[in-house]
Structures are given as structure tokens and as C-alpha cells.
């Protein structure tokens, strides 16, 4: 399974242009063949606390937009937005990723950024999500999430790649490339981490989006400039990285 990682910038809380400014780069990435493209965390918006202007339904634009685009370009479409949640109080951070054929599945971040107080503005998630994609396991984080490896370490029998996606500032680009790799060398999966680039929020980013394999061996990166990555991943590749070095057995739980 290809994946493409829209590396991108946002107009900061600017749904319908940042939506604009991303139109063709679905079609772009099926046209490199990619079954899965991502965009980063808040795609549309940027990662912004200011929810009575950002958050919207699950049946809201940005979703109805991604619907489309996977529709209409026959690919998987990810990404994610700040959700109205009619079961809590609060919003919650929203990783979609949408089938060709409309289907909606939905992670909620579990790690609100209380630094920058998102825990204030949005509720935390309360369950892992994997989505099979054409026989490729894929689980689902956001940002911040990258920072507990115990999270990813208990997904890790049933995945075969992490999809992260973030707003993760420049000014910790080195912690965002360093715990990419080891996410994946330690879970001997895949990892796909899709940044932003630009500023917005009184923020700098400058992307360092990269793909990762079961070795930690990186298979695309980009810095700085708006960019796609491609990769192909492999569930085959998994299954004789962790035969041929079987470490997941050796973890202890307890």
C-alpha cells in the first residue's frame, strides 16, 4: 500500500482557504499512486484553542470535503479537525480518515496538549482505532500522543504502521524526528509522521515530515517547504522484521 504525506501550510483559522489552497494535492498523490494521503493535525485550521469558531461536526465541511476527495479520487483520505462531540462537554481533536466509498473512522487524540491548554478546550479520547487499509494495519495518533510509547507499544501486535499526525513547532523539530524513529524501531512497525510547515498561532513549523520502516531506516523526509512524501508499506516486511528479530515477546507487561 502506497501512503502520501502532505506536508503543508495553513491559513490559521481559515477552513475554506486552507481547503482551496489544498485542492489538487489529493489528486497529486493518487496520481503517484498512493491508496492512503494524509494532511497533518487541524488540517484545515491549524492547531488552534479558539473551538467556538473551529469545531464542527462529524457531518461538517471538512469532513464533507475529505468524503469528496476520497470519493472522487478513489484513495483513502486522512486528517484531522477539531470535532463537536455530542457525548461530552468538550470538543475533541479528531483524526478522520475517510474510504473511498464515504465510510468515516474516527480516533480521538488521547493526549490533549495541556502546555499549550488544549486539555482545557478539548476532551481526551478513550480508545485506540486501526483501520485495515487494502491488508495494512494502520493506527491512528496525533501529535503529543507520539510522546507516550506505551500507547504505541499496546497496539503494537495488531499494527503494522503508525499514522501520527501533528502541529509540532519548530522549536522541538529534533524531539519530533527522534521519537518518530524510535516509535518504530521499538514496535518494529512503520511510522508516518505528516507535519506542517508555515507559521500560524505565533508559531513557527518547518514540517520534518518522514516515513519510517521496521528498522528505523528512513524512506522519505521532508524539511521546511510544502511537499508530498511517498512510501510503500508493506505488511509482509513486518511480519519477517519481528520472525527475524523477535523482540515483541521479550516486553514485559506487568
Not at 493506527?139 to 501533528?166: G, K, P, S
Request: proline letters at 4%; a negative charge; charged letters at 25%.
Amino acid at each position: 500500500m502506497r501512503v502520501a504525506a502532505v506536508q503543508h501550510d495553513i491559513d490559521w483559522e481559515d477552513r475554506d482557504a486552507t481547503l482551496r489552497r489544498l485542492d489538487g494535492r489529493v489528486a497529486a498523490a493518487a496520481a503517484g499512486g498512493a491508496t492512503l494521503v494524509s494532511f497533518t493535525e487541524m488540517f484545515a485550521t491549524g492547531f488552534s484553542m479558539n473551538t467556538h469558531h473551529t469545531a464542527e461536526g462529524q457531518d461538517g465541511p471538512i469532513v464533507a470535503w475529505m468524503i469528496d476527495q476520497a470519493a472522487r479520487h478513489g484513495v483513502w483520505v486522512a486528517g484531522s479537525l477539531a470535532m463537536q462531540d455530542p457525548g461530552g462537554d468538550l470538543p475533541v481533536n479528531a483524526l478522520c480518515v475517510v474510504s473511498p466509498d464515504g465510510a468515516v473512522h474516527r480516533y480521538d487524540k488521547l493526549h490533549p496538549f495541556s502546555y499549550a491548554g488544549e486539555h482545557e478546550r478539548f476532551g481526551a479520547g478513550r480508545e485506540f482505532v486501526t483501520v485495515d487499509i487494502d491488508g495494512v494495519r494502520v493506527t491512528l495518533f496525533v501529535c503529543y500522543d507520539l510522546r507516550f510509547a506505551d500507547e504505541f507499544w499496546a497496539c503494537a501486535r495488531d499494527t503494522d504502521a503508525y499514522l501520527v499526525v501533528a502541529n509540532w513547532p519548530a522549536a522541538r523539530r529534533h524531539h519530533w524526528r527522534a521519537l518518530l524513529d524510535a516509535r518504530a524501531i521499538e514496535n518494529q512497525a512503520y511510522v508516518v509522521g505528516v507535519n506542517r510547515v508555515g507559521s500560524g498561532g505565533g508559531l513557527d513549523y518547518t514540517g520534518d515530515s518522514r516515513i519510517v520502516d521496521p528498522l528505523g531506516e528512513v524512506l522519505a523526509a521532508g524539511a521546511g517547504a510544502e511537499t508530498i512524501l511517498y512510501a510503500d508499506l508493506d505488511p509482509d516486511v513486518v511480519a519477517r522484521v519481528r520472525a527475524d528479530l523477535p523482540f515483541l515477546p521479550d516486553r514485559r507487561t506487568g
